[in-house]
């Protein structure tokens, strides 16, 4: 609940001649705050502009400190602009942060674009591959919409506490925050040149539906993003209506989702913008996120070239990625012919006492099981390392020897870091079989890893 409250105070006429009217605001503001909040029992106290009368009270001029292209004789007077709390502020620059271009050759590109409304501040980036839109409590007056670069303006704000002033001169094209003693002017660009969020027809967006776990989900897959630039599509994730899947060819991660998406087109998701989903929309890894498609149909093939995400009043709007991504089924083993059940956290525990050793010969180590013992050992130029570990073998396939990436398989197993249990299971004898890792207690997600060569003895 909101309450608007309106008042007046009558200051004493020395006291208004011998003091500052920034102190003069202040003193008013903690009137105003201690009043409302005995009347109202609300603490929750956003204030607006401050109007003083007569206009011939004579105040003393504020000398702006920490200025950037200020006027050092500037006169702090909060009479108009937007009202806004430095907490919320701060916190929605850090939410919108990955839609801002820092290095972009556009300049427009490296800046926030802030606009009223009513009494919020409707705040956006957008860097033409994802934007980003959402709104924070604002006391507003007589302002209109502006573009600061987002550098400048997270700067002028860092460490800074309480309410903060925004004015904006349109004849200068200035953007004056003002903090108590604190003055700063920082230059706008035009709001016109700024692209705005995408903005698409209702007949031609697919229903919202909600996906419990989703940032979840993304993070158990998200390991196994290719991170060079040869095959872009290998940084982007698939999403599909029931898991989402990730490769670098070397593995491949699935992680189920737990909901069927109805009407679904596949699709590929920028890996960025994966990566970032759950800061820019606020989500944890167990809340819901609606998503709806921008669907398109050309010459008898439906796709979807964007995506629209959202959560707790947040939108972010990315583009799609149209490439084929590649066919993941035929690398996941159908039939298994055996399993051995370790321990995650001790067989992460055990790679990374080898793993030093291991990046001298391409990461490379060796696992081979003998009965209820699983050895671990790799060579480099500067010796030999082995360790081993308890398992737990079943199926018909008792035994196996298979090579594979120290840091692939380590990564494969944090997904299942804090189950007591996760199987590896084989598809075969053969030195280039891949093999699948998998826990019954963390459900849905899956593991293949494809295996380095075997040299035999």
């Known amino acids: 609940m909101r309450i608007n409250v309106a008042c007046e105070i009558e200051i004493d006429e020395e006291l208004a001649g011998t003091t500052d009217l920034t102190t003069l605001c202040r003193k008013a503001e903690e009137f105003i705050r201690s009043a409302v909040s005995e009347s109202t029992g609300c603490d929750d106290f956003i204030s607006g502009p401050y109007r003083i009368s007569p206009a011939s009270v004579p105040v003393q001029p504020v000398k702006a400190t920490k ?20 907490s919320e502020l701060r916190a929605a620059l850090d939410k919108i942060k990955p839609a801002i271009s820092d290095k972009s050759s556009i300049p427009i ?16 980036g957008n860097n033409l591959e994802v934007s980003i839109e959402l709104t924070i409590r604002a006391g507003i007056a007589n ?3 502006f573009c600061v670069n987002y550098q400048d ?12 002033n925004i004015r904006i001169d349109a004849e200068s094209s200035e ?24 903005k698409f027809d209702a007949s031609e967006l697919t229903p919202a539906q909600d996906i419990p776990g989703l940032v979840g989900a993304i993070g158990n897959v998200s390991d196994a993003l290719y991170t060079g630039e040869i095959r ?67 010459e008898d093939r439906a796709y979807a070239d964007h995506a629209i995400f959202e959560h707790n009043g947040i939108t972010v709007v990315t583009r799609l990625f149209e490439e084929q991504f590649p066919n993941i089924d035929e690398f996941i083993p159908s ?8 321990n995650p956290a001790q067989m992460i525990e055990a790679l990374n006492g080898i793993a030093p050793l291991a990046k001298e010969y391409l990461n490379r180590i060796v696992c081979a099981s003998e009965g209820d013992t699983l050895n671990i050992s790799t060579a480099g130029s500067q010796g030999a390392s082995s360790t081993s570990i308890p398992v737990i073998a079943s199926g018909t396939m ?16 944090k997904p299942f870091a804090h189950a007591p249990m996760a199987n590896i299971s084989g598809a075969g004898d053969g030195p280039m079989q891949t093999y699948m890792l998998d826990s019954e207690h963390v459900p849905g997600t899956t593991v293949v890893l494809m295996p380095m060569r075997l040299d035999e003895d």
Not at 177 to 183: A, F, H, P, T
């Open 335 to 342: 039939d298994c012919p055996g399993s051995w059940s370790v």
């Open 175 to 198: 953007c004056t925050l003002s903090l108590g003693s604190r003055n700063m002017i920082i230059p706008t660009l035009p709001v016109e040149e700024y692209p705005c969020m995408p």
């Open 398 to 413: 008792i035994d196996f020897r298979f090579a594979v990436n120290c840091e692939y398989l380590t990564d494969s197993l």
């Open 153 to 164: 303006f997270r700067k002028a704000i860092k460490g800074a506490k309480g309410i903060m």
């Open 67 to 86: 200025t950037r292209h200020a006027d050092p004789c500037a006169i702090l007077v909060p009479d108009a602009g937007a009202n806004v709390e430095l």
């Open 232 to 298: 872009e599509i290998l940084t982007c994730i698939q999403m599909q209506s029931n898991r989402i899947v990730a490769t670098d060819t070397h593995r491949l991660h699935i992680a189920q989702i737990d909901t069927e998406l109805k009407d679904w087109i596949d699709i590929v998701i920028p890996g960025s913008v994966c990566m970032s989903l759950g800061k820019m929309l606020g989500a944890s890894k167990t809340d819901s996120v609606s998503i709806r498609l921008r669907r398109k149909v050309e």
């Open 143 to 145: 302002i209109s919409p």
């Open 109 to 124: 590109l490296r800046d926030v674009y802030i606009e009223p409304m009513a009494d919020k501040l409707r705040i956006m």
